[in-house]
């Protein structure tokens, strides 16, 4: 028998040999040369895996001189693996054996034993693996800020799964949503993340090989704070002002204020004590207001990337006198490029981009020539969607991999974010996340890889095999509109535009809206049988209905503008009614419910469209 293994990621080299070792009967684990303290979480994985799946008690020693009873060897031993984090996985008729060269290798090794034990049961394919990573982090960045909170519960389910894929780092994007005590006005209605949280977390995070890393923005993007009265002084534009993206309200910290860098400072002074991790992400981007109003003249004199460095650069001596590396985002640099060569050696650029023709090429090149370390930052296409868009998502992931390996990017951190009120529920991230973790792990083993089946496997669980195509094609229903704004889908505008607003400039012919009204029904016809294999299989077959719900609506509000009609709008505003209820239920499920008002909000105006009409 020799039928193909679905891993994920896959491993870089798999070689499949005659025989089969059959896991029957009273073995041990053993856990040897030091690795039996910070695997044991990994190996009691295992351990469960292997007594479901094959019986036998299957219990764990760090003693591995007796061969009678052995099953399962693991050590590490870097002189035989030479790669950080690498392993090789020989299953043999006789016995199971992973070498290592490093704890975090072993991790892997034993990770990629449970997914083949998973899918091969008590009779396993005799084969011997070599494997080692493209980038030495692999990250995911999850928004916190715009809008959900998520709960603690969910927050440990996610990093679960994405440990068993191989990723190291992960990111909760912070704006007001973290609980500082000297500053108990920004948070009091956001269901933050408290510092007791974040310990468990961190902690967590660790037995798992994940350093989770502070992510706080410092500089632009803090309009939660800014719109206060107690901060709003400390605003480059009190009062807000015309932008690229419209009118602002205050938005971006002033940097010529001396009550900016001390702010920053209070927040890292609270912050960092709870991570472990000696990186800190400050963010810094999209200052889209500085030098429109308290900083105008100094930007006039000396140049806004050079008013917006020098602030970079207090913020950094902030960070390195707590003894952390700053990341920070590099977008307002690449605006300036002839000024990247005056940044420390030692901090990390973020280089992001989230369309699929994204210029990492040109970018890394940029990076790679200053001799700046940076990361490669994709992202899960999954916000500004409702359903995700999976075609540019899966673009603009390999796009990352491929240029980030080339110019020597140092790590990959795969963002998921929630902008205009984080509509897409959690699992529509789920495709991102996987697709990111293999082609960051192995890009030539996994560019091609079968995206769907990884996530019916090790995502969804489903038996049926239904829903990694469901949720693949569900995520392409964008594409069938026929128009593709930047960064979003039609679909989500529709719902976000006033009617008067869509009436006036129609997003999307009506012939785009009922063609994807008859897509959806097409993609979503096998979603009843689906046999989805976790404790929240309930909870995701609602969420994805709630999914296809709010496309379908979309689609009939967009017909609804170009043909305005008093009984659609009567229609209209009911089906919205019971959705608005629905979302409400599905939010608190794995979500605190601070901003749960904020987003509902928006689903409210298109509602009050109707009422009008």
């Known amino acids: 028998m020799n039928t193909p293994l679905t891993l994920l990621p896959q491993p870089r080299s798999i070689i499949r040999q005659d025989g089969m070792h059959s896991l029957l009967g009273d073995h041990r684990i053993v856990l040897e040369n030091g690795a039996a303290p910070q695997l044991l979480t990994a190996a009691q994985k295992l351990q469960s895996t292997l007594r479901r799946l094959a019986g036998g008690s299957w219990p764990l020693s760090a003693f591995g001189g007796l061969d009678e009873g052995l099953g399962v060897m693991v050590r590490i031993t870097p002189d035989s693996v030479a790669q950080a984090q690498g392993y090789e996985l020989m299953i043999t008729p006789e016995r199971i054996e992973i070498v290592a060269h490093d704890p975090a290798g072993a991790f892997y090794g034993i990770n990629t034993l449970v997914q083949i034990v998973e899918q091969s049961g008590?009779?396993?394919?005799?084969?011997?693996?070599?494997?080692?990573?493209?980038?030495?982090?692999?990250?995911?960045?999850?928004?916190?800020?715009?809008?959900?909170?998520?709960?603690?519960?969910?927050?440990?389910?996610?990093?679960?799964?994405?440990?068993?894929?191989?990723?190291?780092?992960?990111?909760?994007y912070t704006e007001h949503t973290f609980t500082y005590l000297k500053h108990p006005d920004v948070w009091a209605v956001a269901s933050p993340i408290t510092g007791e949280d974040i310990l468990k977390l961190d902690a967590y995070c660790r037995e798992r090989f994940i350093e989770l890393v502070p992510n706080q923005n410092t500089f632009g993007h803090m309009n939660r704070w800014l719109k206060l009265e107690g901060y709003n002084s400390l605003a480059e534009a009190p009062a807000g002002c015309e932008t690229r993206w419209g009118f602002m309200e205050p938005f971006t910290l002033c940097p010529s204020d001396p009550g900016s860098i001390a702010l920053v400072r209070d927040m890292l002074d609270e912050l960092l004590p709870h991570f472990t991790s000696r990186m800190v992400n400050v963010g810094c981007d999209e200052t889209v207001d500085l030098g429109q109003d308290r900083s105008q003249q100094a930007c006039a004199e000396r140049g806004v990337g050079r008013v917006y460095l020098d602030f970079l650069l207090q913020i950094y001596q902030e960070v390195t006198a707590r003894g952390r590396t700053m990341q920070f985002w590099g977008d307002i640099l690449m605006e300036h490029p002839e000024l990247v060569t005056e940044l420390p050696r030692d901090v990390?650029?973020?280089?992001?981009?989230?369309?699929?023709?994204?210029?990492?090429?040109?970018?890394?090149?940029?990076?790679?020539?200053?001799?700046?370390?940076?990361?490669?930052?994709?992202?899960?296409?999954?916000?500004?969607?409702?359903?995700?868009?999976?075609?540019?998502?899966?673009?603009?992931?390999?796009?990352?991999?491929?240029?980030?390996?080339r110019h020597g990017a140092i790590?990959?951190?795969?963002?998921?974010?929630?902008?205009?009120g984080h509509w897409q529920t959690l699992p529509i991230s789920y495709l991102g996340f996987a697709a990111g973790a293999a082609y960051s792990w192995a890009f030539a083993a996994n560019r091609d890889s079968n995206v769907p089946a990884a996530l019916n496997r090790f995502a969804f669980r489903d038996k049926a095999g239904v829903m990694g195509r469901l949720s693949y094609d569900l995520g392409n229903i964008y594409r069938a509109v026929g128009v593709e704004p930047h960064n979003s889908s039609a679909l989500f505008w529709t719902f976000q535009r006033s009617i008067d607003d869509l009436s006036a400039k129609a997003i999307a012919p009506p012939e785009?809206?009922?063609?994807?009204?008859?897509?959806?029904?097409?993609?979503?016809?096998?979603?009843?049988?689906?046999?989805?294999?976790?404790?929240d299989a309930a909870l995701i077959a609602r969420e994805f209905a709630q999914t296809v719900r709010l496309l379908q609506h979309a689609c009939r509000r967009g017909l609804?503008?170009?043909?305005?009609?008093?009984?659609?709008?009567?229609?209209?505003?009911?089906?919205?009614?019971?959705i608005i209820g629905e979302y409400r239920e599905i939010w608190l499920a794995r979500n605190r419910p601070g901003g749960l008002v904020d987003s509902v909000a928006r689903f409210e105006q298109a509602l009050a469209d109707y009422q009008v009409a």
């Open 122 to 172: 008590a009779q396993l394919p005799c084969l011997q693996i070599a494997d080692w990573p493209d980038f030495a982090v692999r990250g995911v960045m999850l928004d916190v800020s715009r809008d959900k909170v998520p709960t603690q519960e969910t927050l440990f389910g996610l990093i679960d799964l994405l440990a068993s894929w191989k990723i190291n780092q992960i990111q909760l």
């Open 348 to 405: 990390i650029a973020l280089e992001w981009g989230y369309e699929a023709n994204h210029p990492f090429e040109q970018h890394g090149a940029q990076f790679a020539a200053s001799g700046i370390p940076f990361y490669v930052c994709p992202g899960t296409s999954s916000w500004n969607t409702i359903a995700g868009r999976t075609d540019n998502a899966l673009g603009n992931l390999r796009s990352a991999a491929e240029h980030g390996r």
């Open 411 to 420: 790590g990959y951190l795969n963002t998921d974010w929630g902008d205009r």
């Open 512 to 535: 785009g809206y009922q063609r994807a009204l008859e897509a959806i029904d097409e993609v979503t016809a096998a979603l009843p049988q689906a046999q989805i294999d976790r404790p």
């Open 560 to 578: 609804y503008a170009h043909n305005p009609r008093p009984a659609l709008a009567h229609e209209l505003a009911a089906d919205l009614r019971e």
